[in-house]
């Protein structure tokens, strides 16, 4: 068998996750762990905010996981993406697949340029597929931004994924809609990232000449630059929250500012409660449930996320300050 064959059935195949912010990508990554495939996974898990709220929901298994917040790894930590997956690879550890999870806010198209142009990614990894998750409930508002865009144009599976939050004909609409802006992929509608493995993972579909077709220029340095109205507000606080306070507050909040704030997302102490309180939302839409208990060694914390346009830091911390439980009111 010639060389170059040989090493290619040896490059560990890699499935890059993306989607806008909040369609479903952690639900679907943590679908895909608690399956029953026996392969050892090594994901890398992308978030724009300074503070990690995923790494903390994605479900504990032997896999290798690695967090790289702070930035897009299309663009600010692109190099550490490729850091990380060096280092891995180093690592020694028995790895038979890596998943990439990029941040909701990432265009895929610098990620695959990675694979194909760096030394290392391009010997030893091969990319096996780009599945998007789409929010059927807010794609329509959401491919105002470009990377939305681009993420569904180099899926080659697109997951339409909500299905429970919009009716036949909204769906049916949202489906042609992707279908005439990827004539190629493979359509699943789900509700909870409902697939098997086997849908999402090992399908050797990725294909450059698709993605050339899509943009003749990708293998080529190009200046990638987000929208610079969109940021994102992080605090952490390690006294407890008032549920009522912030509940309150978080419902004026997406009433008062929901069409500008995309994602919010929190792991939360409340005061009085054994286990964490997990908060997502998007838009207008807000829901919230018990996580995992407080083990006694932890120091409790509560680590809230807000992506959005124009958001305005000091309003932000003056509402969440007024959600903090004061250690005179816990005393008495
Ligand atoms: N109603 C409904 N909610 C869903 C469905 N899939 C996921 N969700 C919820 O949507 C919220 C966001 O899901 P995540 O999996 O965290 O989304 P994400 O794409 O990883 O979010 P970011 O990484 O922040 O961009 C969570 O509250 C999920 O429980 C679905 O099919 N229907």
Known sequence: MPD???????????????????????????????SESTERVAVIVNEYGEVGIDGQLVVQ???????LNNGCICCTVRDDLIAAIRALLQSGRQIDRFIIETSGLADPAPVIQSFILDDVLSARLELDAIVTVVDARHIEGQLAQEEAVEQISFADVLLLNKIDLVDEDH??????????????ARIIPTKDCGVAFEDVVGLGAFDLKNVLAIDPQILEEQEHEHDQTIGCVAFREQEP????????????LVQ?????????????SFAGEARRYVLH???????GRPGKVWQPSEVRSSDIVF??????????????ERCIVQPQALAS
């Open 4 to 34: 170059t064959e040989t090493a290619a059935m040896s490059k560990l195949k890699t499935t890059i996750l993306t989607g806008f912010l909040g369609a479903g990508k952690t639900t679907l990554l943590n679908k895909i762990l608690s």
């Open 61 to 67: 298994t032997n896999d290798q996981i690695v967090e």
């Open 171 to 184: 769906l049916l609409q949202v489906e042609r809609d992707l279908r005439r802006r990827n004539p190629l």
């Open 241 to 252: 929250l008032d549920p009522v306070a912030l509940n309150d507050w978080l419902t004026r």
């Open 256 to 268: 008062d500012i929901g069409a500008d704030l995309f994602r919010m997302k929190g792991v939360l």
């Open 281 to 287: 939302g998007i838009h207008m839409t807000l829901e």
């Open 307 to 320: 992506i959005g346009r124009n958001l305005d830091e000091e309003m932000l911390r003056a509402g969440f």
